[in-house]
């Protein structure tokens, strides 16, 4: 069975930081690349980042750069999302996926932005 589990989530001050972690098991993380992806109150789910098996690419959404930034530790099986200068319309449910697979996520970590 593959599981993602999220976590690192909670309130946070604007301007604040958060490093979200995501630890993956039942297949072969190594050989996957990773994705992060946010759902905000209201709105749709949206790419927030992804990085390759290795880590010869890395994407962040555009929204975001500058400010987050994804990595990983292969040995760990774990992928991170580093997140910087948040803001109010960070606000969302991040979840991490295995990318390609559009059926699996995690549970998702609450990120709520307020002072």
């Known amino acids: 069975q593959v599981h993602l589990v999220e976590s690192g989530g909670g309130l946070v001050e604007p301007g604040g930081s958060l490093r979200l972690s995501c630890v993956a098991s039942g297949f072969t993380f190594s050989s996957k690349g990773m994705k992060w992806y946010r759902q905000a109150p209201g709105k749709e789910r949206e790419f927030v980042a992804t990085?390759?098996?290795?880590?010869?690419?890395?994407r962040v959404a555009d929204s975001v750069k500058g400010r987050f930034s994804i990595s990983r530790n292969n040995l760990q099986n774990t992928v991170y999302l580093q997140m910087n200068s948040l803001q109010p319309e960070n606000t969302a449910v991040y979840y991490c996926?295995?990318?390609?697979?559009?059926?699996?996520w995690g549970q998702g970590a609450q990120v709520p932005v307020s002072s």
């Open positions: 996926g295995i990318w390609g697979d559009d059926d699996r």
């Open positions: 990085i390759s098996a290795h880590e010869d690419f890395v």
